[in-house]
């Protein structure tokens, strides 16, 4: 058996993403604390927890837009830490989705998708072309590939990114609180297309707090506070019986703010 | 007995010949200011700490120093010193680094608008630092800077005017060749100064409604 | 050593007193012409805009020539260095002005219907609860103006006023070192500058805490 694959119950699952002791500081503040955990190819994986407990932070190191101090970030079994000048290669197989869109304003929505393809992969323009309207077509925006950024309300500019990211045909999408900037009638719509993508069997890592999707796709669910882990799980585990004292006042705290997580659990039937 | 309108249409005349030359030490000076600070001020927000400073400290520098002191230092100094310098040449590189340090704190302010989530979005999709500098960060950047930059283009062509002390024969110089020569002190002045607004007006409406529109840009980010 | 700095720097007081004089003059324009152009009638915004875009679309130059050669034809005599004191103040109005109607119309609104809904008229207003606000908005902007100055008054030299610049030239004709001089009089221009700024944010930081 190759590095990062492992046998279960007679089913071969490969991971894709292996992290191990990651550590991150800014200046002296130690934002992520010896982090470990393992992505299994096909799974959701979410990761939530209060504001400030680094979640971006170990996003941005996983497809290493930031440097991590210490610690490893696997690819398969590629040492993302080791691969010097070709880090921007391996970063493009990653897609992310950020949570102010980050949609580049001055080219249009369909430029907006096509550059990733045809400017990092070289892909030829009209083959680049192709895969944009494909992806733009998934996220349902192709109609709106001429328009601008500016023009599209917050749900359609997360929709496009997601679209931006799937054009890269990414091993892994990295989301990293891709709602929370949104007002709530375009949540919907935005948790609707990366239930899609889950039930696609896409590898995805989300920093999120929309614990009805947790609960409907997710293979595996850690919290962090302060920069570490404190507990992981499946859903079930966190939503019938957290471990943690900290655990458990956040799960309430959240059920306090967004209503009882059970109510806005639209796609618990789905699974 | 000349009337009124054949002085002011004889000396128009005149002094509008003066108008190739204004304008294109306008473009060498801006064009010079633009190729030294838009580099400085992508070294000032991406470069490193010594970057910021020494790109501060060059601002600085540009903005204090009255641009007709580096004509003089230019002219007369290289003069004596290297090689005969013309005065066009002067002026350019004296009106071009004055010019430099306005660029470079336009082009800043510009870069920093853009925002850092832009970056990090083109980082994601694996494009290097520069082909994000060069196909999402400084188109965007471009657009912002466009309402200072045209008031900077405004500055340039009325600062083209100290060239005169160097003999350039711009609009100004042929304006005071006039009062020279007609012991008419206003009348030559009053019309470069009309030429000049003809052109500057405009130029400074045009960066107002740019200006208007951009706050509305911004605000829809 | 340079024995002709303390010649020079007699030349330096001669640009601050260029310089604050023609400030004061110009705050004066200024201030009038953005209350003329915010909260005056037509003719008087109209006026008011006229010498802004009038004195801003044409070189600072042009305007001390028009002053200096046009005020003699009018009959009135007066000193080179007043008549770049007077280009100066009001060419330097019509930026002030600028500033100060930002500010105007940044505090503007609310703030006035606030006072007019407690009974003051519209020029109590306007002094007493507007302008208070306003020239403390403008005050960083302001003091830039304030502070640059003193670069801006270098063109006096060419209306032979015996300033900073001027100096400078009659030391180089005897000296015949024009790089050494110019460097030294652009360091002066450079330190005098930021000497300013310097100050005037000092005095800004301390003064905005007492307002906020």
Same mark, same amino acid.
């Given at each position: 058996?190759?590095?990062?694959?492992?046998?279960?119950?007679?089913?071969?699952?490969?991971?894709?993403?292996?992290?191990?002791?990651?550590?991150?500081?800014?200046?002296?503040?130690?934002?992520?604390?010896?982090?470990?955990?393992?992505?299994?190819?096909?799974?959701?994986?979410?990761?939530?927890?209060?504001?400030?407990?680094?979640?971006?932070?170990?996003?941005?190191?996983?497809?290493?837009? #930031?440097?991590? *101090?210490?610690?490893?970030?696997?690819?398969?079994?590629?040492?993302?830490?080791?691969?010097?000048?070709?880090?921007?290669?391996?970063?493009?197989?990653?897609?992310?989705?950020?949570?102010?869109?980050?949609?580049?304003?001055?080219?249009?929505?369909?430029?907006?998708?096509?550059?990733?393809?045809?400017?990092?992969?070289?892909?030829?323009?009209?083959?680049?072309?192709?895969?944009?309207?494909?992806?733009?077509?998934?996220?349902?925006?192709?109609?709106?590939?001429?328009?601008?950024?500016?023009?599209?309300?917050?749900?359609?500019?997360?929709?496009?990114?997601?679209?931006?990211?799937?054009?890269? *045909?990414?091993?892994?999408?990295?989301?990293?609180?891709?709602?929370?900037?949104?007002?709530?009638?375009?949540?919907?719509?935005?948790?609707?297309?990366?239930?899609?993508?889950?039930?696609?069997?896409?590898? !995805?890592?989300?920093?999120?707090?929309?614990?009805? %999707?947790?609960?409907?796709?997710?293979?595996? !669910?850690? %919290?962090?506070?302060?920069?570490?882990?404190?507990?992981?799980?499946?859903?079930?585990?966190?939503?019938?019986?957290?471990?943690?004292?900290?655990?458990?006042?956040?799960?309430?705290?959240?059920?306090?703010? #967004?209503?009882?997580?059970?109510?806005?659990?639209?796609?618990?039937?789905?699974? | 007995?000349?009337?009124?309108?054949?002085?002011?249409?004889?000396?128009?005349?005149?002094?509008?010949?003066?108008?190739?030359?204004?304008?294109?030490?306008?473009?060498?000076?801006?064009?010079?200011?633009?190729?030294?600070?838009?580099?400085?001020?992508?070294?000032?927000?991406?470069?490193?700490?010594?970057?910021?400073?020494?790109?501060?400290?060059?601002?600085?520098?540009?903005?204090?120093?009255?641009?007709?002191?580096?004509?003089?230092?230019?002219?007369?100094?290289?003069?004596?010193?290297?090689?005969?310098?013309?005065?066009?040449?002067?002026?350019?590189?004296?009106?071009?680094?004055?010019?430099?340090?306005?660029?470079?704190?336009?082009?800043?302010?510009?870069?920093?608008?853009?925002?850092?989530?832009?970056?990090?979005?083109?980082?994601?999709?694996?494009?290097?630092?520069?082909?994000?500098?060069?196909?999402?960060?400084?188109?965007?950047?471009?657009?912002?800077?466009?309402?200072?930059?045209?008031?900077?283009?405004?500055?340039?062509?009325?600062?083209?005017?100290?060239?005169?002390?160097?003999?350039?024969?711009?609009?100004?110089?042929?304006?005071?060749?006039?009062?020279?020569?007609?012991?008419?002190?206003?009348?030559?002045?009053?019309?470069?100064?009309?030429?000049?607004?003809?052109?500057?007006?405009?130029?400074?409406?045009?960066?107002?409604?740019?200006?208007?529109?951009?706050?509305?840009?911004?605000?829809?980010? | =050593?340079?024995?002709?700095?303390?010649?020079?720097?007699?030349?330096?007081?001669?640009?601050?007193?260029?310089?604050?004089?023609?400030?004061?003059?110009? =705050?004066?324009?200024?201030?009038?012409?953005? +209350? /003329?152009?915010?909260?005056?009638?037509?003719?008087?915004?109209?006026?008011?805009?006229?010498?802004?875009?009038?004195?801003?679309?044409?070189?600072?130059?042009?305007?001390?020539?028009?002053?200096?050669?046009?005020?003699?034809?009018?009959?009135?005599?007066?000193?080179?260095?007043?008549?770049?004191?007077?280009?100066?103040?009001?060419?330097?109005?019509?930026?002030?002005?600028?500033?100060?109607?930002?500010?105007?119309?940044?505090?503007?609104?609310?703030?006035?219907?606030?006072?007019?809904?407690?009974? =003051?008229?519209?020029?109590?207003?306007? /002094?007493?609860?507007?302008?208070?606000?306003?020239?403390?908005?403008? +005050?960083?902007?302001?003091?830039?103006?304030?502070?640059?100055?003193?670069?801006?008054?270098?063109? /006096?030299?060419?209306?032979?006023?015996?300033?900073?610049?001027?100096?400078?030239?009659?030391?180089?004709?005897?000296?015949?070192?024009?790089?050494?001089?110019?460097?030294?009089?652009?360091?002066?221009?450079?330190?005098?500058?930021?000497?300013?700024?310097?100050?005037?944010?000092? =005095?800004?930081?301390?003064?905005?805490?007492?307002?906020?």
């Amino acid at each position: 058996m190759g590095a990062g694959e492992e046998a279960i119950g007679g089913r071969r699952l490969t991971k894709v993403v292996i992290i191990r002791d990651l550590w991150k500081s800014y200046g002296k503040v130690e934002v992520v604390k010896g982090v470990s955990f393992d992505v299994d190819e096909g799974t959701t994986t979410v990761i939530f927890g209060p504001s400030g407990a680094g979640k971006s932070t170990l996003l941005r190191c996983i497809n290493m837009l #930031y440097h991590p *101090d210490r610690g490893t970030v696997f690819l398969r079994d590629i040492d993302l830490m080791k691969v010097g000048d070709k880090i921007n290669y391996y970063r493009s197989k990653f897609g992310m989705v950020f949570q102010h869109f980050n949609l580049f304003n001055h080219m249009t929505v369909l430029d907006n998708v096509m550059i990733g393809p045809k400017v990092v992969k070289k892909i030829p323009r009209d083959e680049a072309k192709r895969i944009a309207l494909e992806s733009l077509e998934k996220v349902r925006m192709k109609d709106w590939c001429s328009r601008y950024p500016s023009q599209l309300s917050g749900g359609q500019k997360q929709r496009v990114g997601i679209a931006r990211a799937l054009a890269m *045909d990414p091993e892994v999408i990295l989301f990293d609180e891709p709602t929370s900037a949104l007002d709530p009638e375009l949540i919907g719509e935005v948790l609707q297309t990366m239930l899609d993508l889950a039930k696609e069997k896409k590898t !995805m890592i989300c920093v999120t707090h929309e614990m009805g %999707f947790a609960r409907a796709v997710a293979s595996e !669910m850690i %919290f962090m506070d302060e920069g570490a882990v404190v507990e992981r799980g499946s859903p079930e585990h966190f939503f019938t019986n957290p471990v943690n004292e900290r655990t458990k006042r956040f799960l309430s705290r959240l059920t306090e703010l #967004y209503g009882h997580h059970e109510s806005r659990n639209r796609f618990v039937d789905e699974k | 007995m000349s009337s009124l309108f054949d002085v002011l249409l004889s000396q128009f005349t005149f002094i509008i010949e003066g108008l190739p030359v204004t304008l294109s030490l306008t473009a060498y000076g801006l064009g010079l200011g633009f190729l030294i600070g838009l580099p400085l001020a992508i070294l000032r927000v991406y470069g490193g700490r010594r970057g910021r400073l020494f790109v501060a400290a060059y601002e600085r520098a540009m903005r204090s120093v009255p641009p007709l002191v580096l004509i003089f230092l230019f002219y007369f100094g290289i003069q004596t010193t290297v090689f005969e310098i013309p005065g066009f040449l002067a002026v350019m590189l004296a009106l071009g680094l004055c010019s430099s340090g306005y660029q470079s704190q336009i082009f800043r302010g510009a870069l920093e608008s853009v925002g850092s989530g832009q970056m990090d979005a083109a980082r994601s999709l694996g494009m290097s630092r520069l082909q994000a500098i060069r196909l999402v960060i400084a188109p965007q950047a471009l657009r912002f800077a466009l309402p200072s930059w045209a008031n900077e283009l405004a500055t340039m062509i009325k600062d083209t005017s100290l060239a005169f002390v160097v003999g350039v024969a711009e609009l100004m110089r042929r304006a005071d060749y006039v009062r020279a020569a007609t012991f008419d002190p206003v009348i030559p002045f009053l019309v470069v100064a009309g030429i000049y607004f003809v052109i500057v007006f405009p130029i400074t409406r045009i960066a107002g409604t740019w200006g208007r529109e951009k706050k509305r840009l911004v605000a829809g980010v | =050593m340079i024995d002709y700095l303390g010649y020079l720097l007699e030349g330096l007081l001669v640009t601050f007193e260029l310089s604050f004089i023609a400030l004061g003059i110009g =705050m004066i324009l200024g201030l009038a012409a953005a +209350l /003329a152009r915010t909260y005056g009638n037509k003719t008087a915004s109209y006026l008011a805009n006229g010498y802004i875009e009038l004195i801003r679309g044409t070189p600072l130059t042009v305007q001390l020539f028009i002053i200096y050669f046009g005020l003699p034809s009018l009959g009135l005599l007066f000193s080179p260095t007043f008549s770049a004191i007077v280009a100066l103040g009001i060419n330097s109005g019509a930026y002030q002005a600028e500033y100060f109607r930002g500010a105007l119309e940044s505090i503007g609104g609310g703030q006035m219907e606030a006072a007019l809904s407690i009974g =003051m008229s519209r020029p109590k207003a306007i /002094a007493r609860v507007i302008l208070p606000q306003a020239l403390r908005l403008a +005050l960083p902007s302001w003091s830039n103006e304030a502070a640059y100055l003193p670069k801006y008054s270098s063109v /006096a030299f060419l209306v032979t006023v015996p300033e900073l610049l001027a100096k400078a030239k009659v030391v180089i004709a005897q000296n015949l070192k024009p790089l050494e001089v110019y460097l030294v009089v652009g360091l002066i221009y450079l330190v005098t500058i930021a000497s300013l700024s310097k100050i005037l944010d000092m =005095m800004y930081e301390r003064y905005k805490f007492t307002v906020e």
